[in-house]
């Protein structure tokens, strides 16, 4: 485990709460999250304050999890997967001034237990991707995913139940 108390390549700011055995790589940035147990932090990957990894996770590299993002234990997020915390986003209010944290609300997305999540996929604000799901790579999440699915494609749509075997039709 890289130590970022004596790696300047490691930017892990004092209000973090790491889990015991977690592993972290070069060129990451967390602020006010929470890591759990075991899990593992890929390099360049951002994570925001108020957001949390659970257990056993495994984060790849060139991720952001931004704030109000819930990920449970067991997750897999394949490289470059970018989360979304703002349905409507702007730079500046109606009077033109730069916008601040009082003139938004966060909007949380939770991963559940199990789930995994493929590389380049773009997870919208306001969904839960159920337990054992998983995301195919570079889909856009725009809904909830129902657990036990596959879901992909843009936007994601189920493409067949895990535990049946089965397809659903397109």
């Not at 790491?18 to 075991?38: A, H, M, P, Q, W």
Request: proline share 4%; with cysteine.
């Amino acid at each position: 485990m890289i130590n970022p108390a004596t790696n300047p390549y490691v930017c892990v700011a004092p209000d973090v709460k790491l889990g015991r055995d977690v592993k972290l790589s070069k060129f990451i940035n967390l602020y006010g999250c929470e890591v759990g147990d075991e899990s593992k932090i890929g390099a360049f990957v951002e994570i925001q304050k108020n957001a949390s990894v659970g257990k056993r996770c495994k984060i790849s590299s060139h991720t952001f999890i931004c704030e109000g993002v819930i990920i449970q234990d067991n997750v897999f997020i394949g490289h470059g997967v970018m989360f979304i915390n703002d349905s409507y986003p702007r730079a500046t209010t109606d009077n033109g001034e730069l916008q601040t944290e009082a003139h938004w609300e966060v909007e949380r997305t939770v991963v559940e237990k199990g789930a995994s999540i493929g590389s380049g996929a773009t997870i919208l604000a306001k969904t839960t991707i159920g337990e054992n799901a998983i995301v195919g790579a570079g889909a856009v999440v725009t809904k909830d995913v129902p657990p036990n699915t596959i879901v992909a494609g843009n936007p994601a749509r189920i493409f067949r139940n895990i535990k049946q075997g089965k397809e659903v039709s397109k």
